[in-house]
Nanobody, 126 residues
Framework: QVQLVESGGGLVQAGGSLVLSCAAS????????MGWFRQAPGKERECVAA????????YYADSVKGRFTISRDNAKNTVYLQMNSLKPEDTAVYYC???????????????????WGQGTQVTVSS
Protein backbone atom coordinates (compact mmCIF):
# COMPACT_ATOMS: atom_id res chain seq x y z
CA GLN A 1 0.00 0.00 0.00
CA VAL A 2 1.16 3.51 -0.92
CA GLN A 3 -0.34 6.70 0.45
CA LEU A 4 0.09 9.97 -1.45
CA VAL A 5 -0.63 13.52 -0.27
CA GLU A 6 -0.37 16.49 -2.64
CA SER A 7 0.22 20.08 -1.61
CA GLY A 8 1.16 23.40 -3.16
CA GLY A 9 -1.87 24.20 -5.28
CA GLY A 10 -3.48 27.61 -5.29
CA LEU A 11 -4.39 30.67 -7.31
CA VAL A 12 -1.78 32.29 -9.51
CA GLN A 13 -1.82 34.86 -12.31
CA ALA A 14 -0.95 33.88 -15.87
CA GLY A 15 2.79 33.83 -16.32
CA GLY A 16 3.39 32.94 -12.70
CA SER A 17 4.82 29.82 -11.09
CA LEU A 18 3.81 27.16 -8.60
CA VAL A 19 5.53 24.10 -7.17
CA LEU A 20 3.43 21.06 -6.34
CA SER A 21 4.70 18.46 -3.88
CA CYS A 22 3.60 14.87 -3.35
CA ALA A 23 4.65 13.11 -0.17
CA ALA A 24 4.59 9.31 -0.27
CA SER A 25 4.46 6.74 2.49
CA UNK A 26 4.08 2.97 2.67
CA UNK A 27 5.92 0.96 0.02
CA UNK A 28 9.48 2.18 -0.48
CA UNK A 29 9.28 5.37 -2.53
CA UNK A 30 12.28 4.49 -4.66
CA UNK A 31 10.53 1.35 -5.96
CA UNK A 32 7.76 3.28 -7.75
CA UNK A 33 7.51 5.35 -10.88
CA MET A 34 5.59 8.56 -10.26
CA GLY A 35 3.33 10.69 -12.39
CA TRP A 36 1.45 13.95 -12.31
CA PHE A 37 -1.98 14.07 -13.92
CA ARG A 38 -4.55 16.83 -14.22
CA GLN A 39 -8.26 16.96 -14.83
CA ALA A 40 -10.31 20.00 -15.74
CA PRO A 41 -14.12 20.04 -15.52
CA GLY A 42 -15.65 18.07 -18.38
CA LYS A 43 -12.30 16.78 -19.62
CA GLU A 44 -10.42 13.49 -19.41
CA ARG A 45 -7.69 13.04 -16.86
CA GLU A 46 -4.39 13.53 -18.66
CA CYS A 47 -0.78 12.85 -17.82
CA VAL A 48 1.33 16.00 -17.74
CA ALA A 49 4.60 14.51 -16.45
CA ALA A 50 6.07 11.21 -15.26
CA UNK A 51 9.37 9.99 -13.87
CA UNK A 52 10.98 6.57 -13.38
CA UNK A 53 12.03 5.27 -9.98
CA UNK A 54 15.61 6.42 -10.45
CA UNK A 55 14.79 9.65 -12.26
CA UNK A 56 16.70 8.42 -15.31
CA UNK A 57 13.75 8.96 -17.66
CA UNK A 58 10.99 11.55 -17.73
CA TYR A 59 7.93 12.30 -19.83
CA TYR A 60 6.18 15.59 -20.50
CA ALA A 61 2.99 16.28 -22.36
CA ASP A 62 3.51 18.55 -25.36
CA SER A 63 1.25 21.14 -23.78
CA VAL A 64 3.60 21.61 -20.81
CA LYS A 65 7.00 20.76 -22.29
CA GLY A 66 9.50 23.49 -21.56
CA ARG A 67 7.33 24.97 -18.81
CA PHE A 68 6.95 22.14 -16.28
CA THR A 69 9.66 20.07 -14.61
CA ILE A 70 9.13 16.85 -12.67
CA SER A 71 11.71 15.78 -10.11
CA ARG A 72 11.98 13.48 -7.13
CA ASP A 73 13.91 13.31 -3.91
CA ASN A 74 13.86 9.70 -2.78
CA ALA A 75 15.52 10.57 0.52
CA LYS A 76 12.50 12.77 1.32
CA ASN A 77 9.94 10.41 -0.27
CA THR A 78 8.69 13.34 -2.32
CA VAL A 79 8.02 14.10 -5.98
CA TYR A 80 7.71 17.67 -7.25
CA LEU A 81 6.18 19.45 -10.20
CA GLN A 82 7.69 22.85 -10.91
CA MET A 83 5.24 24.81 -13.06
CA ASN A 84 6.44 27.97 -14.79
CA SER A 85 4.82 30.35 -17.28
CA LEU A 86 1.40 29.17 -16.22
CA LYS A 87 -1.54 29.65 -18.56
CA PRO A 88 -5.29 29.74 -17.85
CA GLU A 89 -5.62 26.40 -19.66
CA ASP A 90 -3.42 24.85 -16.97
CA THR A 91 -6.31 25.30 -14.52
CA ALA A 92 -7.26 21.85 -13.21
CA VAL A 93 -7.10 19.52 -10.25
CA TYR A 94 -3.63 18.01 -10.21
CA TYR A 95 -3.13 14.44 -9.00
CA CYS A 96 -0.01 12.59 -7.97
CA UNK A 97 0.13 8.87 -8.83
CA UNK A 98 2.44 5.94 -8.04
CA UNK A 99 3.22 2.83 -10.12
CA UNK A 100 5.16 0.25 -8.09
CA UNK A 101 4.61 -2.52 -10.67
CA UNK A 102 6.63 -0.98 -13.53
CA UNK A 103 8.98 1.42 -11.76
CA UNK A 104 11.36 1.63 -14.72
CA UNK A 105 8.66 3.09 -16.98
CA UNK A 106 7.51 6.70 -16.96
CA UNK A 107 3.95 5.72 -17.78
CA UNK A 108 1.51 8.12 -19.42
CA UNK A 109 -1.76 6.20 -19.02
CA UNK A 110 -3.91 6.23 -15.92
CA UNK A 111 -3.94 2.42 -16.07
CA UNK A 112 -0.23 2.27 -15.20
CA UNK A 113 -0.84 3.72 -11.78
CA UNK A 114 -2.13 1.86 -8.76
CA UNK A 115 -2.21 4.66 -6.18
CA TRP A 116 -3.53 8.20 -6.33
CA GLY A 117 -3.57 11.25 -4.14
CA GLN A 118 -6.70 13.28 -3.47
CA GLY A 119 -5.64 16.11 -5.77
CA THR A 120 -4.80 19.76 -5.36
CA GLN A 121 -6.52 22.62 -7.20
CA VAL A 122 -4.46 24.87 -9.45
CA THR A 123 -6.24 27.96 -10.78
CA VAL A 124 -4.53 30.32 -13.23
CA SER A 125 -6.21 33.67 -13.76
CA SER A 126 -5.87 35.69 -16.96
Amino acid sequence: QVQLVESGGGLVQAGGSLVLSCAASGRPFSSAAMGWFRQAPGKERECVAAITWSGSSTYYADSVKGRFTISRDNAKNTVYLQMNSLKPEDTAVYYCAADPDSPWVAGTETGYYDYWGQGTQVTVSS
